[in-house]
């Protein structure tokens, strides 16, 4: 343990709990005397190279608790992915400002972001901490059980598609919901965690984990439309067909590219869109809608998980301790115990840093279009308390008089 500032930074997209975990690094770090000053990066790296800083030390507790139980990323965030140039810039504004301690909140560019920092710290022979703090709700990174901000956007998703099951029960139709999840399928699949009664959707899930065939879906869309009278579907916005070619591509006409140079999947509402007007025109069935829920299950207000809650604020304490009483630098795990509780690690930065997790086989069924019991076991202590339940009237038919035989 050695004095020296410490910088808390948050990355990537925005969810319903990454202000626990830099709350919990705040109130974690001003407990240690050799802390000097703790000090917040205002949109991330970018900030941090800007010298952009904010002085967190003089946040009332309160005022910290309050922010924490906020969604979004308090301290603004940024989509930059630092190379080897940029982390260089980072860490000479850390040396100058005399930071000892660096935490990253955030997924798998910003573990990597910590690993290149670190380096630079140590051929430096500058002591610098570095730690990497888990969030996103992909769900995607390694070593971890699951991620902070993965069971709030799940709560979300699981809710949204209990309501647009029940709304398609009254007026009956096709509905397609594009879920986030550019190489991970478990948002998508936490729309099963909505479903109560045999018939209730979404009937068809769609992962990135399978290979994605226009023909079979329209087939299966045409299957459960005739059995049910309807078909909900969950489609995840990283389906690809047999050559890994985005189904977005393969279908539209127009394609748009992220700041990565990556193709642009579901923020502009394409892709469901496009499937939608396949079932059209394929199928002939007039009532179709759909749905790209966007960044509506990143920090939807009022739908936050209190186990989410509680881990995002506890890898963040985590974090510190680690930093303070450990003597290496590493991104900090989640570890499932006993039926449900969790254990905290830090792991090797090279193990978690620009690597990513897709869902188990053992989670999707045999079908392609479904999750298993172990999924839904596995998620749902994750989803939290009070999660809402859907009821429906038993169909106690009064005898037809004038139209017997209809």
């Excluded at 990454?18 to 919990?24: C, K, L, P, R, T």
């Excluded at 009532?287 to 829920?293: A, K, L, P, Q, S």
């Excluded at 254990?343 to 869902?359: F, H, I, N």
Aim: with cysteine.
């Amino acid at each position: 343990m050695f004095a020296g500032k410490v910088l808390v930074a948050q990355g990537g997209g925005p969810t319903a709990v990454i202000n626990q975990s830099m709350a919990g690094v705040v109130l974690e770090a001003r407990k240690f005397r050799n802390v000097e000053r703790v000090y917040g990066a205002y949109h991330g790296v970018r900030g941090i190279i800007n010298e952009d800083l904010l002085d967190l030390t003089q946040e009332t507790s309160h005022n910290i608790e309050m922010v924490a139980n906020t969604p979004s990323s308090a301290l603004g965030s940024t989509r930059d992915k630092p190379d080897l140039k940029y982390c260089h810039e980072i860490f000479t504004v850390l040396r100058a400002h005399g930071i000892g301690y660096f935490f990253y909140i955030g997924g798998n560019d910003s573990s990597d972001t910590v690993r290149i920092v670190s380096e630079e710290a140590r051929a430096a022979n500058y002591p610098l901490r570095c730690i990497h703090i888990p969030k996103t709700i992909d769900n995607d990174l390694v070593g971890n059980d699951h991620t902070p901000g993965f069971p709030s956007a799940a709560r979300f998703v699981a809710q949204a598609f209990m309501g647009a099951n029940l709304d398609n029960a009254a007026l009956p139709g096709v509905y397609v919901g594009v879920v986030m999840g550019r190489h991970a399928g478990f948002l998508t699949a936490a729309s099963a965690l909505g479903k109560k009664f045999p018939d209730d959707g979404p009937h068809l899930i769609y992962v990135p984990e399978r290979t994605f065939d226009i023909e079979r879906f329209l087939a299966d869309v045409k299957t459960n439309y005739e059995r049910h009278g309807r078909c909900v579907i969950a489609v995840s916005e990283g389906i690809h067909d047999a050559r890994g070619t985005p189904i977005i591509t393969t279908l539209g006409s127009k394609v748009e590219h992220d700041a990565h140079g990556n193709v642009q999947l579901s923020g502009t509402g394409a892709l469901a869109d496009l499937l939608c007007e396949e079932i059209k025109s394929k199928l002939g069935i007039k009532r179709v809608r759909g749905d790209t829920f966007g960044y509506l299950q990143r920090s939807f207000i009022g739908c936050v998980s209190d186990v989410d809650q509680r881990e995002a604020r506890e890898v963040g304490e985590k974090a510190v301790q680690f930093a303070m009483w450990g003597d290496c630098d590493g991104s900090v795990g989640i570890k499932r115990t006993g039926f449900y509780s969790v254990d905290y690690q830090l792991m090797p930065l090279g193990d978690v840093a620009g690597k990513t997790r897709v869902m188990e086989d053992e989670f999707i069924a045999a079908n392609g279009t479904d999750v298993t019991d172990a999924f839904r076991l596995y998620l749902r202590p994750l989803l939290g308390s009070g999660m809402p339940d859907a009821f429906r009237l038993r169909l106690n038919r009064v005898e037809k008089i004038l139209r017997p035989n209809d």
